[in-house]
């Protein structure tokens, strides 16, 4: 799991081979900076939210998956 994450580190993760990351959640996190992860051949999930408006912002951000502890919180989100 990566807890902070700077631009910089894409070109070496891709060298590396890294095909999915797990992100702590952080309010940066958006559609701009998920699309340079999905650019760069990375499935993307967010992690650690239990907490419905972190959810809501995680799915805006459109990451491939979230880890949470609430999964019934995240599905009535995503019923929405």
């Given at each position: 799991?990566?807890?902070?994450f700077y631009?910089?580190?894409?070109t070496?993760?891709?060298?590396?081979?890294?095909?999915?990351?797990?992100l702590?959640?952080?309010?940066?996190?958006?559609?701009?900076?998920?699309?340079r992860?999905h650019e760069?051949?990375?499935?993307?999930?967010?992690?650690?939210?239990?907490?419905?408006?972190?959810?809501?912002?995680?799915?805006?951000?459109?990451?491939?998956?979230i880890?949470?502890?609430?999964?019934?919180?995240?599905?009535?989100?995503?019923?929405?």
């Amino acid at each position: 799991m990566i807890t902070s994450f700077y631009p910089t580190q894409l070109t070496p993760m891709q060298k590396l081979g890294v095909v999915a990351v797990t992100l702590r959640y952080d309010a940066r996190m958006n559609r701009a900076l998920m699309k340079r992860f999905h650019e760069a051949g990375m499935a993307v999930w967010g992690s650690n939210t239990n907490d419905p408006k972190e959810m809501a912002n995680l799915i805006n951000a459109e990451v491939d998956g979230i880890i949470t502890d609430s999964p019934e919180r995240l599905l009535e989100l995503l019923r929405k």
